[in-house]
T-cell receptor, first 112, second 113 residues
Framework: NAGVTQTPKFRILKIGQSMTLQCTQD?????MYWYRQDPGMGLKLIYY???????DKGEVPNGYNVSRSTTEDFPLRLELAAPSQTSVYFC???????????FGSGTRLTVV | EDKVVQSPLSLVVHEGDTVTLNCSYE??????LLWYKQEKKAPTFLFML????IEKKSGRLSSILDKKELFSILNITATQTGDSAIYLC?????????????FGKGTHLIIQP
């Protein structure tokens, strides 16, 4: 099983550029999440979704957007990249929202 | 505000030592506390604790939750260099929401040969 797949693994953006981080899961999980992790910090929740067509903000949503048109895909969009968005981004999914979290391998993003 | 505090933030020990990592939390509507190990990439699941006083064990790792005092510990006995990692704890809340895991900053554990 592929689990949770994130692409790309690494990316360098210039200030003001935009990009989409892709996340796909093949476990038919309803709940999907985007986290960011800065050095020396735990993971902070950006956005989450409880099913196709439903998304909601997490702790640090500013500067990001998401969509959930299918159960499998949960892309994260950065519209105007800023240096403060330099981080490692993790996508996760779970069948229930309370256990069984599966994380993707992460996307390391640098904004210069 | 709900939060998780882990201690120590970093720890260096020698192979064979026993370590205890601490996690305290403040949250309303607590549901569960989870421990993860993070090496180079994504966090990998270790334990989920929901009941107070019941120890979970997996090989040399064990964890216990105290819901009255709002903390959990993760013990690693006979440490090996492969135990070097960041150990994260996180909680989930009950109440019908699905707003994910709230993480602490982690404990960076280094095991020296």
């Amino acid at each position: 099983n592929a689990g949770v797949t994130q692409t790309p693994k690494f990316r360098i953006l210039k200030i003001g550029q935009s990009m989409t981080l892709q996340c796909t899961q093949d476990m038919n999980h309803n709940y999907m999440y985007w986290y960011r992790q800065d050095p020396g910090m735990g993971l902070k929740l950006i956005y989450y979704s409880v099913g196709a067509g439903i998304t909601d903000k997490g702790e640090v949503p500013n500067g990001y957007n998401v969509s959930r048109s299918t159960t499998e895909d949960f892309p994260l969009r950065l519209e105007l990249a800023a240096p403060s968005q330099t981080s490692v981004y993790f996508c996760a999914s779970t069948p229930s929202g309370t256990y069984g979290y599966t994380f993707g391998s992460g996307t390391r993003l640098t904004v210069v | 505000e709900d939060k998780v505090v882990q201690s120590p933030l970093s720890l260096v020990v020698h192979e064979g030592d026993t370590v205890t990592l601490n996690c305290s939390y403040e949250v309303t509507n607590f549901r569960s506390l989870l421990w993860y190990k993070q090496e180079k990439k994504a966090p990998t699941f270790l334990f989920m604790l929901t009941s107070s006083g019941i120890e979970k064990k997996s090989g040399r790792l064990s964890s216990i939750l105290d819901k009255k005092e709002l903390f959990s510990i993760l013990n690693i006995t006979a440490t090996q260099t492969g135990d070097s990692a960041i150990y994260l704890c996180a909680f989930t809340v009950s109440g019908g929401g699905a707003d994910g895991l709230t993480f602490g900053k982690g404990t960076h554990l280094i095991i020296q040969p």
